[in-house]
T-cell receptor, first 115, second 115 residues
Framework: DTGVSQNPRHKITKRGQNVTFRCDPI?????LYWYRQTLGQGPEFLTY????????KSRLLSDRFSAERPKGSFSTLEIQRTEQGDSAMYLC?????????????FGEGSRLTVL | AQSVTQLDSQVPVFEEAPVELRCNYS??????LFWYVQYPNQGLQLLLK??????LVKGINGFEAEFNKSQTSFHLRKPSVHISDTAEYFC?????????????FGKGTKLTVNP
């Protein structure tokens, strides 16, 4: 257990529905990252926050995706009008700025299946 | 931009045999290098990292990796594997000048240790 928790762990939805994932990072970590992992691929960066500020977004993050970290603690990732291509594992990771470089702490992921 | 190539998608080995998982990277700037491991149904965790100094780095569970700048490689090795090493292994890089701690991952190598 890394201390990063993600919910729900699994979500099955129909195409066109909206889904939301939640990530609770390690409490003192000020940076939070979202990655997407599809079958046969490594994790791909989506976005990251420092405290409540969203500092970078990948081109992978289409306008149907929105991420928030309103109080600089937990974060949500919402996907609107889901498509079958959104089926993936969504990973959250946290990091304490000034900590050991590259040592991100990952949650177990939220697996999305779009039917 | 940085990229990582993991040359083998699957590596089957017998228990107590040595193993090498290959990783090559591409970058126009100096990078830090990492290996992460993902056990079944668990999140990614850091195995080892190279930041600077000695090119041979040791990690957890008896793994080690060697940084080779001329060959832009960071291969992971273990002299004798156990059944419990069965997992997916990801090589990753980060640009230390970027400030974001954003990891760029390879596609992963699935190591299967057979009895």
């Amino acid at each position: 257990d890394t201390g990063v928790s993600q919910n729900p762990r699994h979500k099955i939805t129909k195409r066109g529905q909206n889904v939301t994932f939640r990530c609770d990072p390690i409490s003192e970590h000020n940076r939070l990252y979202w990655y997407r992992q599809t079958l046969g691929q490594g994790p791909e960066f989506l976005t990251y926050f420092q405290n409540e500020a969203q500092l970078e977004k990948s081109r992978l993050l289409s306008d149907r995706f929105s991420a928030e970290r309103p109080k600089g603690s937990f974060s949500t990732l919402e996907i609107q009008r889901t498509e079958q291509g959104d089926s993936a594992m969504y990973l959250c990771a946290s990091f304490l700025r000034g900590g050991n470089t590259g040592e991100l702490f990952f949650g177990e992921g939220s697996r999305l299946t779009v039917l | 931009a940085q990229s990582v190539t993991q040359l083998d998608s699957q590596v089957p080995v017998f228990e107590e045999a040595p193993v090498e998982l290959r990783c090559n990277y591409s970058s126009s700037v100096s990078v830090y290098l990492f290996w992460y491991v993902q056990y079944p149904n668990q999140g990614l965790q850091l195995l080892l990292k190279y930041l600077s100094g000695s090119t041979l780095v040791k990690g957890i569970n008896g793994f080690e990796a060697e940084f080779n700048k001329s060959q832009t490689s960071f291969h992971l090795r273990k002299p004798s594997v156990h059944i419990s090493d069965t997992a997916e292994y990801f090589c990753a890089v980060v640009n230390p000048q970027g400030g974001s701690e954003k990891l760029v991952f390879g596609k992963g190598t699935k190591l299967t240790v057979n009895p």
